[in-house]
């Protein structure tokens, strides 16, 4: 029997933010089993934690979405995080991920990582796609700071501002144009979509990966982490974000996001809800 956790992530209370599923130990599952259980949970990640390959470092984490692994993601590393620290792990970690070793922080109920890649540019997708794919007007977007911007920071999202907080909430993914724009711009998560309304150095947002089985998403690190840094470029500063994230959803959402010439910093808490074994032998 392998244990699992499930936590509410970017949230300090329980049943909010968004939830994952990690295997404390996954020495014991094969290869092929990992997809699977992660399409079980059916959560947006599953982490999978393995001894390191660097014995300098605290630990592997493989990521999985519920159709595919992938390199990099926020809430899974805040939430897992917290739990190696509740396990008994030092404040001060390394993890291994897919881009690389990653330092984080975390006292269990809170963590923060800083993201050093640089910011990818991918391209900037056609609007009035963007806009169909998103189920509103082409006049509904904000071409003031940036047009639509597909952009990585180890994970490739389509960034996109919206004029006001109304606009943000009829937004809905628009399956057929989805697709459409993953096959004119193929990138590493499926042409997904975070769609934001600004107030200041407070941003409400949306993610829809509905090709990732990701209908909609409460809390995305990744692409927090990329919105922050395509911000801070283009503005040329500094810059510290509030972003909240789930609203819709109601499963409220806070994630802290700070950048300076040292990289990109995401901080947010994180709550153990469930616990029990995988019953797979």
């Known amino acids: 029997m392998t244990q699992y956790f499930v936590y509410d992530v970017f949230t300090k209370s329980p049943l909010g933010g968004n939830q994952l599923a990690i295997i404390p130990d996954a020495t014991n599952i094969t290869e092929e089993s990992l997809q699977k259980i992660a399409r079980e949970f059916n959560f947006s990640e599953t982490t999978f934690v393995y001894p390191p390959d660097d014995a300098s470092h605290t630990a592997k984490v493989r990521i999985f979405t519920p159709t595919m692994e992938i390199p990099f993601a926020g809430h899974p590393l805040i939430g897992t995080a917290c739990a190696l620290a509740q396990e008994g ?27 050093t ?14 806009a169909e794919a998103l189920s509103i007007e082409t006049g509904d977007l904000q071409f003031q700071v940036h047009p639509p911007v597909m952009a990585s920071l180890g994970l490739a999202f389509t ?3 919206v ?9 809905s993914p628009d ?27 407070t941003l409400y947002a949306r993610m829809f990966a509905p090709l990732d089985n990701i209908p909609e998403d409460p809390a995305t690190g990744s692409a927090c982490a990329g919105t922050a840094a395509l911000l801070s470029k283009i503005e040329g500063r ?7 994230q789930g609203v819709e959803m109601r499963r409220p959402s806070e994630i802290m996001v700070s950048v300076n010439a040292s990289g990109v ?3 947010g808490q994180a709550r153990r809800t469930m616990e029990g074994k995988l019953l797979l032998d």
């Not at 792990?89 to 269990?108: F, I, K």
């Open 89 to 115: 792990a030092p404040n001060n970690m390394v993890l291994e991920l897919g881009v690389g070793p990653l330092a984080c922080t975390s006292d269990g109920q809170s963590a923060s990582f800083q993201a």
């Open 175 to 201: 399956i057929a144009a989805i697709r459409k724009g993953n096959a004119r711009y193929p990138s590493g998560l499926d042409f997904a979509q975070f769609v934001y309304a600004r107030d200041g150095n």
């Open 265 to 267: 910093t995401v901080s």
């Open 159 to 161: 960034i996109t501002e």
């Open 117 to 130: 890649q640089p910011l990818e540019i991918l391209c900037e997708p056609d609007p009035a796609l963007v």
């Open 163 to 171: 004029k006001n907080r109304d606009i943000l909430a009829k937004t």
């Open 238 to 244: 500094d810059l510290e974000l509030t972003i909240r």
